[in-house]
């Protein structure tokens, strides 16, 4: 069995390329390489380069390498972007969606996975977030991963296809170096960044209703993100016809920004003292993530906590970014 990872030279997806060639699956990438990489995958899996947009070249491609399941993990990610494109983000992640899922369901795919975000969720008011968590997206962003999601699920349905949606929490950290992070679009990178140009790292608001009045999130180690695949694959493939589920990955337990700061402070050794700024727009006080029902449908579990995260993100930060 030949799995097609679309996406899989980015942060995320290759990190889910090597833990599947580590399980012993072939794979084939799928990458326009705009925000990916090559250098990130591992010897001997074949990259395509094109887009998701491409019907055709996705045709030859499940043809050519026999592929009976995909990952598709390729999107554009960023929340404040996508309020200023959403036509592009529109295009890019639901109609790139669409193609993908329509070349799968014509070349006979019956096993398709879906990254999604908890972003769908939009300002939660509970304290654990379950999949039954009503979906109020915020932004084009979440709009988007919600609606494909409503794709994969119908596309599965009629098309006989079995079909996992992963709805991540906040993704951090890395499992080597040369895999980290390459952006400064979240809250780990962004601190980084800061202390590096010899500034405070900002904390976007300290009134929030929470015990330390920072925001609340749910961090969850890249590596473990990629495992939660693994585990998705591994029932995909027992069971195509009798999968379709969507599930939280995230480690069921909160952390606030000022908590993730103390931690910053004490793997990097600087001083990661916030300067707190006027709240950010949009940012709800809380998201976690209930896991219980991906502990109960695939067996799967993080294993690595917030200091993990921070020291493996801080070793590829300093990697891109040799102490000055
Ligand atoms: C985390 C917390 C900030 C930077 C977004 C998307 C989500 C997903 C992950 C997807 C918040 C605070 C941040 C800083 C700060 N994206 N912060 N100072 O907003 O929870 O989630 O990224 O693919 O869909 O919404 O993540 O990392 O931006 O922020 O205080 O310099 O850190 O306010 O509370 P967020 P984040």
């Given at each position: 069995m030949t799995w097609l990872v679309t996406g899989g030279a980015g942060y995320i997806g290759a990190h889910v390329v090597r833990a599947m060639v580590e399980a012993g699956h072939g794979v084939v990438v799928l990458d326009d390489?705009?925000?990916?990489?090559?250098?990130?995958l591992p010897q001997g899996v074949p990259l395509v380069q094109g887009s998701t947009l491409d019907q055709p070249l996705l045709a030859s491609v499940l043809r050519e390498h026999a592929v009976?399941?995909?990952?598709?993990?390729a999107a554009k990610k960023q929340v404040g972007e996508s309020v200023e494109k959403p036509l592009w983000y529109y295009r890019e992640n639901v109609e790139g969606l669409r193609v993908v899922l329509e070349a799968a369901a014509e070349a006979g795919v019956r096993r398709f996975l879906l990254s999604s975000s908890?972003?769908?969720?939009?300002?939660?008011?509970?304290d654990l977030v379950t999949e039954e968590t009503p979906c109020r997206p915020m932004s084009p962003y979440g709009e988007t991963k919600l609606v494909g999601e409503w794709l994969v699920r119908a596309t599965g349905r009629a098309h006989g296809m079995g079909t996992v949606s992963l709805r991540y929490f906040n993704v951090a950290g890395a499992a080597t170096p040369e895999l980290g992070?390459?952006?400064?679009?979240?809250?780990v990178p962004m601190v980084f960044e800061r202390l590096d140009a010899g500034e405070a790292p900002r904390v976007?608001?300290?009134?929030?209703?929470t015990p330390d009045g920072t925001c609340i999130r749910d961090y969850i180690h890249v590596a473990d993100v990629a495992e939660a695949h693994v585990a998705a694959v591994r029932r995909l493939t027992d069971d195509p016809d009798g999968t379709d589920l969507i599930l939280n990955i995230g480690r069921g337990e909160g952390v606030s920004v000022q908590q993730m700061l103390d931690v910053i402070g004490e793997v990097t050794g600087?001083?990661?003292?916030g300067e707190v700024t006027p709240r950010r727009a949009g940012d709800p006080a809380r998201v976690v993530a209930s896991a219980e029902l991906i502990a109960q449908e695939l067996g799967w579990k993080a294993r690595f906590d917030v200091r993990e995260m921070i020291a493996s993100a801080w070793a590829g930060w300093r990697l891109r970014h040799p102490a000055p």
């Open positions: 390489l705009s925000t990916g990489d090559q250098a990130r009976t399941g995909v990952l598709h993990i908890a972003a769908v969720y939009g300002m939660p008011d509970v992070d390459p952006g400064v679009f979240n809250l976007f608001g300290a009134d929030y209703p600087l001083d990661a003292t």
